[in-house]
């Protein structure tokens, strides 16, 4: 596999360890914030170069300041004008996008600075190991705009269960790598990036010294233990949670959150003072 990947526009690969593909959210001017052309290129990355036999565990980054800010603005603004039916397709595509990353195969480590907002929040929770610099913050800010975070639900309720969510869901908290860290969402936080990277290299010897059949199994073995209606029942809840949000960006309060974002004021659900 070459070292740089050419095929894609909002994401960079590399291979620095063999064996190890790093895949960097590559769109640092607005953030890493997700289109599109980055759901459709992660799903595309992961069912090609992901899954090539010399490729062992994959590292899954974000260039720039920050790792994942959440949604582009021009794609939020987008969802104000489609239809029930038209939300339902792009939700669709997003929630069997994370679908496709959690049930992937092989280990996914995830190395998280910055910031991961809303959707950021859903990419950290489908990696199997997540180390995070000790300021990062987080928050599942969705409420703030008038719709939920449907479509990431499944996975950040398997990765932190429901408690959590239910306090992280409504109240749009913003967190640090502390907090991430007690509730499940990460596995190790560290203070310098360099404390981060000697461990991530660790990490990545560790995982080529295992079985890669093993670590297939066990990685199954663990989904079915976790969610072990997912067989019979995720196309249903891709359904489900796709629809939720499709439902709710064409309804008002949604479309007033984010027209008011865009807008940069306040929603008219906040008291004037």
Known sequence: MPNEAKTYQTLALETLIPGILTISLNRPDIRNAFNEVMIDELARVFRNEALAPEVRAVVLKGNGAVFCAGGDLNWMKRSIHLTLEENLTDTLTLTNMFALLNEFSKPVIGVIHGAAIGGGVGLVAICDIVLAEKETVFSLSEVRLGVVPACIG?????????????????????????????????????DTRAQLDEH??????????????????????????????????????????ARTLAELRIGPEAQEGVSAFLEKRKPNWIQKT
């Not at 950040?156 to 239910?166: D, F, L, N, Q, T």
């Not at 109240?171 to 499940?184: H, L, M, P, W, Y």
């Not at 066990?218 to 949670?241: F, G, M, N, Q, T």
């Open 154 to 190: 499944p996975f950040v309720e398997s990765k932190i269960g429901a408690s959590h969510c239910r306090a992280l869901f409504l109240s749009a908290e913003r967190f640090k790598a502390q907090k991430a860290k007690d509730v499940g969402l990460i596995h190790e936080v560290f």
């Open 200 to 241: 991530l290299s660790t990490l990545c010897k560790n995982l080529l010294e295992c079985g890669p059949i093993a670590m297939a199994v066990a990685k199954r073995l663990v989904l079915d233990l976790s969610w072990p209606e997912r067989r019979s029942r995720v196309p249903d809840c891709i359904e489900y949670v």
